[in-house]
């Protein structure tokens, strides 16, 4: 998608410095997070006849001229999905990290491969026989194929062992003399994707993709100042376990310097630092776990003793005890059924979890190639970007959630995504997947009151020095656009970015088509 690029004198006439003034002004607003909730198109008497795509290059190009930025990698492109035109680009060609743009990609192609509809199961089995005394002589079998349904965050993570527990009760179970074993083989043991940052790897965005997981393969500690200063931080941790053993280091004081470790292929979780005396809430951790079936299996052992159901057995997986799974006699007892794909993915582009993501792509691979793996997926999801006319030398996947800095792209070749998703008939699926302003996401709290409030559906994307949004508006006239907005290599704070951003998405909401009244 070319455009042909005309200098532009911005001080030809009266109008157009008044124009700046006013742009300017707004810009001023933004920095201090004040927005105009009337934003409109610079209205001003012409003699030449109203061009409104002309108008919204100018007032864009104003915006994206500003001097605060110029160190910046700036690019951006706005299409109209209604028309099939090209409205504006600017670097549009420019290769970007997306961060969590990456998940645009990966969702649209889980719709595309797997349908709206796709459901993830976990199977439980038992095998042998239940004695009059209740003692099972025999083992349990856990088989997932990376069911994300099992850690949605509004549902309690222990709802599917409950259930479990209550079909061993009806069985007459109350020991389980054989072992409790994680079939985790639905994917292959690589967990971690291709250049993600080794100090990534601790914290939950960066937990392990299994096909087994739990909790988010995650835990939480809530730290409190204490008494006095000097003193020992006070620390909650949900769920408690005895999978993983934190040692409490924090110290109050006079601000906030928490930090935190966890010994490699360990749960051996180390908290150093001080806390501020003055905090009124909570500092939380999200800490990722080593061995997420082992994980699961853990707890599941620890609720089976808090409903006095004894288990003398050990605990075993696939990967990393290497304990095959004989089915042949196996009696199938329940299974657990994720939401559809079309309410997972809500999950994946508006709040950006990165394991949802990961777990897609790896499923994309498996149901496509019997392979479970990031490398399968990132190839079936290739060829499907070249099918719809980007160049595979121009861009460069290493995941499904954006984490890798490896990974590369443009802004032209996210919006050839979102024309191609308004093909499809899952379009509406994915396009309510994405976060609004307002509401419950990463959007949550940006372009509240504006213009833009309740017209726009977008993912953001953001990294250390990246700050990255691409969507689709709906402007003053009804017409739908998609834009990408891509910012890398900044070194200004992330709300004056997204300040930035924020005012050329509003430029965008406010566009019209229809000539202004000439006063």
């Given at each position: 998608m070319?455009?042909?690029k005309?200098q532009?004198n911005?001080?030809s006439s009266k109008?157009?410095k008044?124009?700046?003034?006013i742009l300017?002004?707004?810009?001023?607003?933004?920095?201090?997070?004040?927005?105009?909730q009337?934003?409109?198109?610079s209205?001003?008497?012409?003699?030449l006849?109203y061009?409104?795509?002309?108008?919204?290059k100018?007032?864009?190009?104003?915006?994206l001229?500003?001097e605060?930025?110029?160190?910046?990698?700036?690019?951006?492109?706005?299409y109209s999905?209604d028309?099939?035109?090209l409205l504006f680009?600017r670097?549009?060609?420019k290769?970007?990290?997306p961060?969590?743009?990456?998940?645009?990609?990966?969702?649209?192609s889980?719709?595309?491969?797997?349908?709206?509809?796709?459901?993830?199961?976990?199977?439980f089995?038992m095998t042998?026989d239940?004695?009059?005394?209740g003692?099972?002589?025999g083992?349990?079998?856990i088989?997932?194929?990376?069911?994300?349904?099992?850690i949605?965050?509004?549902?309690?993570?222990?709802?599917?062992?409950?259930?479990?527990?209550?079909?061993?009760?009806?069985?007459?179970?109350?020991?389980?003399?054989?072992d409790i074993?994680?079939?985790?083989?639905w994917?292959?043991?690589?967990?971690f994707?291709?250049?993600?940052a080794?100090?990534d790897?601790?914290y939950d965005y960066?937990a392990?993709v299994?096909a087994?997981?739990?909790?988010q393969?995650?835990?939480?500690?809530k730290?409190?100042s204490g008494k006095?200063?000097?003193s020992?931080a006070?620390?909650?941790i949900?769920?408690?376990?005895?999978?993983?053993?934190?040692i409490?280091?924090i110290?109050?004081?006079?601000?906030?310097?928490?930090?935190?470790k966890?010994?490699?292929g360990?749960n051996?979780?180390?908290?150093?630092g001080?806390?501020?005396?003055?905090r009124?809430s909570p500092?939380v951790l999200n800490i990722?776990?080593?061995?997420?079936s082992?994980?699961m299996?853990?707890?599941?052992?620890?609720?089976?003793?808090?409903?006095?159901?004894?288990?003398r057995?050990q605990?075993?997986?696939?990967h990393?005890?290497?304990?095959?799974?004989?089915?042949?006699n196996?009696?199938?007892?329940?299974?657990y059924?994720?939401?559809?794909l079309?309410?997972?993915i809500k999950?994946?582009?508006k709040?950006?979890i990165?394991?949802?993501?990961?777990?897609?792509?790896?499923?994309?691979?498996k149901?496509?190639t019997g392979?479970?793996?990031?490398?399968?997926g990132?190839?079936?999801i290739e060829?499907l970007?070249?099918?719809i006319?980007v160049?595979?030398d121009?861009?460069?996947?290493?995941?499904?959630?954006?984490l890798s800095?490896m990974?590369?792209?443009?802004?032209?070749?996210?919006?050839k995504?979102?024309?191609?998703a308004?093909?499809?008939?899952?379009?509406?699926?994915?396009?309510?997947?994405?976060?609004m302003?307002g509401?419950?996401?990463t959007?949550?709290?940006?372009?509240?009151?504006?213009?833009?409030?309740?017209?726009?559906w977008?993912?953001?994307?953001?990294?250390?020095?990246?700050s990255n949004v691409?969507g689709?508006?709906?402007?003053t006239?009804?017409?739908?656009l998609?834009?990408?907005?891509?910012?890398n290599?900044f070194k200004?704070p992330?709300?004056?970015?997204?300040?930035?951003?924020?005012?050329?998405?509003?430029r965008l909401?406010?566009?019209?088509?229809i000539?202004?009244?000439?006063?």
């Open positions: 070319n455009i042909n005309k532009i911005l001080f109008a157009q008044t124009k700046i003034i300017c002004f707004v810009l001023n607003c933004l920095n201090l997070n004040i927005y105009s009337d934003l409109k198109p209205v001003y008497k012409i003699n006849p061009n409104p795509v002309k108008e919204l100018t007032d864009l190009e104003l915006i001229n500003d605060k930025f110029k160190n910046a990698h700036t690019g951006m492109i706005v999905l028309r099939d035109e680009e670097n549009s060609n290769n970007f990290v961060a969590s743009l990456q998940k645009i990609i990966t969702t649209s889980a719709l595309f491969f797997l349908g709206p509809e796709y459901e993830f199961k976990t199977s089995y042998g239940v004695l009059e005394n003692d099972l002589l083992d349990l079998i088989q997932g194929n990376g069911n994300p349904g099992m949605l965050n509004d549902s309690d993570p222990y709802d599917i062992f409950y259930e479990w527990i209550y079909v061993l009760d009806s069985l007459g179970i109350k020991s389980i003399q054989g074993i994680a079939d985790d083989s994917f292959d043991e690589v967990y994707g291709e250049g993600w080794w100090d790897l601790k960066g392990a299994n087994l997981n739990h909790n393969n995650s835990f939480e500690i730290l409190y006095e200063k000097g020992s006070l620390i909650s949900k769920p408690e376990s005895s999978y993983y053993n934190v409490n280091n110290v109050t004081g006079d601000f906030d310097d928490v930090n935190f966890r010994e490699e360990t051996i979780i180390e908290l150093y001080t806390i501020d005396k003055k009124r500092k990722s776990v080593d061995d997420p082992r994980f299996l853990f707890r599941f052992k620890e609720i089976l003793r808090e409903n006095n159901i004894r288990f057995g605990l075993y997986s696939y990393r005890n290497f304990r095959d799974v004989n089915y042949d196996a009696i199938h007892l329940i299974d059924q994720s939401p559809p079309k309410e997972l999950k994946v582009n709040e950006s990165n394991l949802y993501a990961e777990i897609l792509l790896k499923t994309i691979a149901e496509k392979l479970g793996s990031f490398e399968k990132i190839e079936q060829k970007l070249e099918d006319d160049d595979k121009e861009f460069e996947l290493r995941d499904g959630s954006g800095r990974n590369f792209i443009s802004p032209e070749q996210i919006i995504v979102f024309s191609f308004k093909t499809e008939n899952w379009y509406e699926d994915f396009k309510n997947s994405l976060a302003p509401k419950e996401g959007m949550e709290f940006r372009l509240k009151n504006t213009i833009a409030e309740k017209k726009l977008v993912k953001t994307g953001t990294m250390n020095g990246i691409a689709i508006v709906e402007t006239d009804g017409e739908y998609t834009f990408c907005i891509m910012t290599n200004q992330l709300t004056e970015i997204r300040s930035f951003h924020d005012l050329l998405i509003m909401a406010g566009f019209s088509r000539p202004p009244l000439d006063e």
